[in-house]
């Protein structure tokens, strides 16, 4: 089963406006962290915010914050008011820390395109 | 300073080489991964190193071998490439603090195989 799961192949958003992008995980661990990375066209892996299991209010970070439900299994990432550098690939991506190791699960991504 | 950098960023060559790539992180962290991202983007583990020990190793070819000469570096060394290597391999470090925050990744390296 996929440990990530992105619905959302591609997006568009116009400029100024808000926009959600949709990740659900799986996991039987207790403790683990949820992450967001932002794939620009140059290719590098720009991290945007993480949430923790435990982490009872929902991470912010600037114009981006995760909207985390737990009892759901999903950590949607809210970027406001859109800007023309918004557009990129979004990698939603999970640690479980039961195994001990700190390798992500990476989901397959959602193309963002911000309209002018 | 870039915290973690690779090289080299663009590499193309033939079927049967041997071929290495390099990486360093400045940021004093405890691990290091390398991960691959296939052509329809998918981002997924190779490997990863602790304090130069190796933690985890994917079902990955044989022909891959992670090299890490100190806790700063972690080379990823390449032995009879075929063409479905070529991908974007990403360098990655993290502090080993049992639940990292943030895991840094570096700018990534564009194999191409022909």
């Known amino acids: 089963a996929q440990k990530i799961t992105q619905t959302q192949p591609g997006m568009f958003v116009q400029e100024k406006e808000a926009v959600t992008l949709d990740c659900t995980y799986d996991t039987s661990d207790q403790s683990y962290g949820l992450f967001w990375y932002k794939q620009p066209s140059s290719g590098e892996m720009i991290f945007l915010i993480y949430q923790g299991s435990y982490d009872e209010q929902n991470a912010t970070e600037g114009r981006y914050s995760l909207n985390f439900q737990k009892a759901r299994k999903s950590a949607n990432l809210v970027i406001s008011a859109s800007q023309l550098g918004d557009s990129a690939m979004y990698f939603c991506a999970m640690r479980e820390d039961q195994t001990g190791a700190n390798n992500l699960f990476f989901g397959t991504g959602t193309r963002l395109t911000v309209i002018p | 300073d870039t915290a973690v950098s690779q090289t080299p960023k663009y590499l193309v060559t033939q079927m049967g080489n041997d071929k290495s790539i390099k990486c360093e992180q400045n940021?004093?962290?405890?691990?290091m991964y390398w991960y691959k991202q296939d052509s329809k983007k998918f981002l997924k583990i190779m490997f990863s190193y602790n304090n130069k020990e190796l933690i985890i190793n994917e079902t990955v070819p044989n022909r891959f071998s992670p090299k890490s000469p100190d806790k700063a570096h972690l080379n990823l060394h390449i032995n009879s490439l075929e063409l479905g290597d070529s991908a974007v391999y990403f360098c990655?470090?993290?502090?080993?603090?049992?639940?990292?925050?943030?895991?840094?990744f570096g700018e990534g390296s564009w194999l191409t195989v022909v």
């Open positions: 990655a470090s993290s502090p080993w603090d049992g639940g990292s925050k943030t895991i840094y």
């Open positions: 940021l004093g962290h405890d691990t």
